[in-house]
């Protein structure tokens, strides 16, 4: 038995520590940490509602447009205000070009590392590299001459001996099962997806004036359309939105989607390794005609799967949320051992952990800043997978279509979903239909354009004189990296209460009163491996499936706009 | 791209043998220097010295710490066009620890760090973004079981020079906002030993990032700053003075409410909240993403994100800045433009002394600021009265 500590978790957003318990090349006990507290809902207390969309945007940077939207729901649902249809379609641009850049960004610079071995890519061949690339795809960057030109600069960059972020990496471990062409090629995508994702998310500058970051506002969007202007949306603008769009399906289709079939095949056993909790849960998103509050309207829908049950998806009920503190660094006036639904959430900072530097945390019963939330007081999973499984048994055909056709080739039956490799999987079923919804959102917004419709914001409820004294409100999105709900609570003008419960809070979420573990922690504890507790591979390989965001996922409101206590390092 | 490569830099080579050896031409060479100079806002006549000091450059250390953040200037700097991240990375510095893209973890990502500052001790550049949260002794941020102020000492000790990029290494930004829960402080309050040049901004431009680490590397010294600690070079003008729509400003053609006639014509969004008199920042000049559009560009006001504690100055951000000279129709250009003209020099000083320190103290010190639930009319208890600085003068 051996304790293992991965602190930092490094490519993904934030500040993540794990520990594990190894026992004969196996994960036997698993805890994750959250290392980092903000207090961003306690600092919204007391402040004009229209402002919480910036605030709560700056909960995260690589989520950059999630929270703010959800904000702006959540405001607009306690205000009673309807964006109107070209505002909402706008938004669905902005959001789902947001998730499609995020996604690639994830695959290709935070999660491929732990598959791809990058010093390996220099003994490819680059005539066998352009034959790989040439078999899986018409994408024009595939001559040999083109690999031998990357496959060079990695070489003199290895050769300088400043290896900068590679420095360290894992290469040559024995859990690398690529040949080198795959190697290679997966690394000219690596540098080539670096420009791509620059490209592509300037939607954001055009519709919200800069990325990350882009603004947005309670009522709909600020970016005023008039044909027949310079300083306003224009056909100048659509003209390079469309561009954009286009090229983010064809790099999706024909670079990130076919790579992450290849890169998968060799991967098979990663199939059965890391399926964790059984519980998944979507509270749907992207609704068609711009009208969030419409259920019905929503691409991806929302439900609920209990036990793997592909066979029955549960309505979802927002009252059936709360949130545990029992192993998290907080107190509850009623003790450690209940859960709060967030109207009534309370938080209390309490630091209960050793003082730095430590060496473990497994040792306390509080080991994390992050909250554990609970459905039916289960834990459940959210994200990309969450919602592909919503989805697929819902009866979605894209989305039935795709996994099926991805089930087909890879030679596997659905029950490989439940594992690291579908997770990243279903993240690239996901941003295939994206990409091409892209398209149809845009499309919808120019048709209203061309009806006369250039409407993009409410201004009916905007002037607090028009608010009631009291109002509360629910906003919720499915985010990249899974669902996330805002709820706020206004008196006399002002936010009165703030609860967000964010995708990361769910997934990272610690052990609950019962001793359940959150989807992490219960990943890596199902048919896991850990070969070489030096090198942690195995455990980056299931982290990064999730697509962790701890920023997102530690946050505090003190529900009675009361100063939060100071806490006491004990 | 900004030269597009083939070949990473090797240990025994300078800049121009480099970019020889890939293909560049001397004339596209000298052209780089040439906008770096112009970004730098350098003379003509200084240009010969970038080229000799890009010309003699070897790659050097950069080692970037991650604080209490959102990662948001991390993807503000993904973002850089000129030169690429994909440049920066293999070609331009050696990054040698940076969680957010680096492939170790753990021990190991903790060794490159260690290994880093021991081998390149008092000549590595530190780039920070992220605050310090300095109540109960560090513990709401701790990387590998040590504090994050522990971590920024040590690193910041051996360091050449220090950046902090964005508005959490700047001030403490969002977490630092009253009440300030965790006691969160820019980096300047810790590392005191050696001067803090800082990107103002949540998130800054990516370009002024770049552009302030090839200052470094040309002239051997970080860029000159104001009072705030940020580079003149970047901000040194208010967003007002160069703003697009100013002209709307000074003809009283303001958007009343969000796509009312005056949006769909582009007009000032001052009395919509609009913080860019108030507001020193090279959005107006430099851009967004590529050149491709900036906030006020896009139809919403400014948030005033390069000013220190601007979630509480600022806002609420729908609420009109007071006492903004030459408000109103009956000011005609001429006279506005004049007042500007004797304002705007005395503005930069007004702005580093009055702005920077003494509000800055009164914040920490305390009383939080009254926000109003309804800016909808008239000027807004909690905005500063900023536009004394840059105008009135």
Known sequence: ?570 | MFFPTSHAWTHDETLAEHLERRGVSRRDFLKFCGQISVMLGLSEALTPRVVEALQSVRRPSVVWLQLQECTGCVESVLRSADPTIGDLVLDLVSLDYQHTLMAAAGDAAEAALQASMEENYGEYILLVTGSVPLEEDGIYLTIGGRTGLEILEEAAAGAAAVIGIGACAHFGSVQAARPNPTGAVGIAEIVRDKPVVTIAGCPPIADVVTATVVHYLTFGRLPDTDGEGRPLFAYGARIHDQCPRRAHFDAGQYVERFDDEGARRGWCLYRVGCKGPATFSPCPILQWNDHTDWPIGAGHPCLGCTERFFWDTMTPFYGRLPNVAGFGVERTADTIGAALAVGSAAGVAAHAIATGVSRARERRKGAPLPVVPNPGTGPAPGTPDSGKEGSDG
């Open chain 1, 1 to 570: 038995m051996a304790r293992v500590v991965v602190d930092p978790i490094t490519r993904i957003e934030g500040h993540l520590r794990i520990e594990v318990m190894e026992e004969q090349g196996r994960i036997t006990d698993a805890w994750a940490s959250s290392t980092q507290f903000r207090g961003i809902e306690t600092i919204l207390e007391g402040r004009d509602p229209r402002d919480a969309w910036a605030f709560t945007q700056r909960i995260c940077g690589v989520c950059t447009v999630v929270h703010a939207l959800a904000s702006c729901r959540a405001v607009e649902d306690a205000l009673g205000i309807f964006v109107p249809p070209a505002g909402g379609l706008i938004r669905n641009l902005v959001h789902g070009m947001q998730t499609v850049q995020d996604h690639v960004i994830h695959f290709y610079h935070l999660h491929a590392l732990d598959w791809v071995d990058v010093v390996s890519a220099l003994s490819a061949d680059p005539s066998a590299t352009s034959n790989l690339a040439r078999s899986i795809s018409p994408w024009p960057n595939n001559s040999a001459t083109y690999f031998a030109e990357v496959q060079n600069r990695v070489q003199r960059f290895v050769e300088s001996g400043q290896l900068g972020i590679f420095t360290n990496g894992y290469w040559g471990h024995p859990a690398y099962n690529l040949p080198p062409e795959a190697n290679l090629m997966a690394v000219a995508h690596y540098l080539e997806a670096l420009d791509w994702q620059r490209d592509v998310i300037r939607v954001h500058t055009i519709f919200g004036g800069k990325n990350p970051h882009p603004n947005f506002l309670v009522g709909g969007m600020a970016s005023a359309i008039n044909l027949e202007d310079t300083g306003t949306i224009n056909a100048e603008s659509f003209t390079k939105i469309q561009g954009m769009i286009q090229r983010a399906r064809r790099f999706v289709e024909e670079v990130y989607w076919p790579d992450l079939q290849a890169i998968a095949s060799f991967y098979p056993e990663w199939a059965s390794i890391g399926g964790g909790v059984t519980n998944y849960m979507s509270v749907g998103e992207y609704p068609d005609n711009g009208q969030w509050r419409d259920a019905d309207s929503m691409y991806f829908p929302s439900g609920v799967i209990f036990d793997r049950n592909l066979s029955e998806v549960l309505p979802y009920d927002h009252q059936q949320v709360a949130e545990y503190i029992t192993s998290s660094w907080y107190e509850y006036e009623g003790g450690d051992d209940v859960s709060l639904h967030p109207w009534e959430g309370e938080t209390t900072p309490r630091y209960t952990g050793p003082q730095p530097p430590w060496q473990y945390l497994q040792d306390f019963d509080k080991y994390t800043w992050m909250k554990a939330p609970r459905y039916q007081d289960r834990p459940m999973e959210v994200g990309p997978l969450a919602r592909a499984l919503v989805a697929y048994a819902s009866g979605h055909t894209d989305v039935q279509d795709l996994v099926n056709d991805t089930l087909g080739r890879l030679g596997v039956g659905p029950e490989a979903l439940f594992s690291t490799l579908g997770r990243t999987a279903a993240r690239g079923v996901e941003t295939v239909l994206l990409a091409r919804k892209l398209q149809d959102w845009f499309d919808a917004l120019i048709g209203r354009i061309r009806a006369g419709d250039t409407t993009t914001f409410n201004g009916d409820f905007w002037e607090p004189d028009t608010w009631p004294e009291s109002a509360r409100g629910y906003g919720f999105l499915e985010a990249a990296r899974g669902s996330l709900g805002h709820w706020v609570q206004i008196e006399n003008g002002a936010i009165r209460h703030y609860q967000c419960v964010v995708p990361s809070t769910w997934n990272c979420s610690p052990r609950d009163a019962s001793g359940a573990n959150g989807p992490y922690e219960a990943a890596l504890m199902d048919n896991h491996p850990l070969v070489d507790p030096a090198r942690p591979i195995e455990i980056l390989r299931t982290i990064h499936s999730f697509d962790p965001c701890m920023a997102c996922g530690v946050h505090v409101l003190d529900s009675e706009g009361k100063e939060v206590i100071r806490v006491r390092v004990q």
